[in-house]
């Protein structure tokens, strides 16, 4: 294959992770159980995941003119990541992520954008368009950049998910139009839609306002319940594999960026969710989001 097949237009951050028995309640100090720093960010993530699978994988973003930038960079190009359009913002930090991990394997998660801010619509003039199959773009990003990225990938055919996480500003009406997949998880779509979702059937009803909104299909996550999906003749609960959850840091990028592999694979879009759902749930069962991603050569061959 010449060229890469999934253009991730995203953030690429430093992961810096607590974990604790418990989360802290406001003005409370505790004592952490222990500190690691990974590689993370939205984007870098679900790039990763597509290049642990053996996809082609092209990244647009920003990093800092900072060390933490350069390690953040080599990374990418370690994991197989074409970097060529990633840009170095001089004077700014790059992007960081203060991540609280519990015993359950919950988190919450504090994101300070630095370089990701800067991503522009002109970053997106070396992708390799005529190669791409798949296209993911999120929130990380300023959502100009997601808007241009959508409207290029339009225009050349190639198939769009929009991942809305983390909701942080109000979302264009046509981002709606042009997303065939648009993918939140169950508070981002409550978020969007109004609509609390607490059982499948909420999610049934978020999902159909998304696609009134526009959206192609809509696939809500929905953690250890799965997800929901909704297009113009599906309308499905896929349930998740059931596993012990050790932290559950960066799942939904693992699963975000599997379900653009095997889209960009050719897989049908029932058994790319489900497979993409066997990765995340691999996912969840180790510490850390891009650590704890599989490669393919550690996968069973059912999901390949």
């Not at 296209?135 to 100009?144: H, I, T």
């Not at 594999?241 to 049908?268: K, N, Q, R």
Request: proline share 5%.
């Amino acid at each position: 294959m010449q060229g890469p097949s999934i253009c991730v237009v995203g953030s690429i951050n430093l992961d810096m992770n607590t974990y604790v028995a418990a989360f802290p309640r406001p003005g409370e100090t505790i004592q952490g159980e222990r500190f690691t720093t990974g590689y993370g960010g939205k984007g870098a993530n679900q790039a990763v995941m597509v290049a642990r699978l053996g996809g082609a994988v092209q990244m647009v973003g920003r990093v800092g003119d900072d060390m933490f930038g350069q390690e953040m960079l080599r990374n990418l190009a370690k994991e197989g990541v074409d970097t060529r359009s990633v840009r170095v913002s001089p004077g700014l930090s790059s992007g960081v992520a203060v991540i609280t991990v519990e015993a359950s394997g919950q988190n919450q998660i504090v994101v300070v954008a630095g370089a990701n801010g800067e991503v522009t619509a002109d970053d997106l003039d070396g992708a390799l368009w005529g190669a791409v199959k798949v296209l993911v773009c999120q929130m990380e990003v300023p959502m100009a950049a997601n808007l241009a990225a959508l409207r290029r990938a339009r225009a050349a055919g190639v198939q769009t998910i929009f991942n809305s996480a983390p909701v942080s500003s109000p979302i264009p009406e046509e981002v709606y139009r042009l997303a065939d997949i648009f993918c939140p998880n169950e508070s981002e779509a409550e978020l969007l839609t109004g609509v609390a979702v607490h059982s499948i059937e909420d999610a049934r009803r978020a999902a159909a306002e998304l696609r009134r909104r526009g959206a192609a299909a809509a696939l809500i996550t929905l953690g250890k319940r799965g997800c929901l999906y909704l297009d113009e003749f599906q309308d499905l609960h896929i349930a998740a594999p059931v596993v012990t959850a050790v932290d559950t840091t960066g799942a939904g990028d693992a699963f975000v960026g599997s379900l653009a592999f095997f889209l960009a694979e050719g897989v049908p879009i029932v058994a790319a969710i489900e497979r993409a759902q066997a990765i995340a749930a691999i996912s969840v069962q180790s510490p850390g989001a891009q650590s704890s991603y599989p490669r393919r050569a550690a996968l069973p061959a059912a999901l390949l």
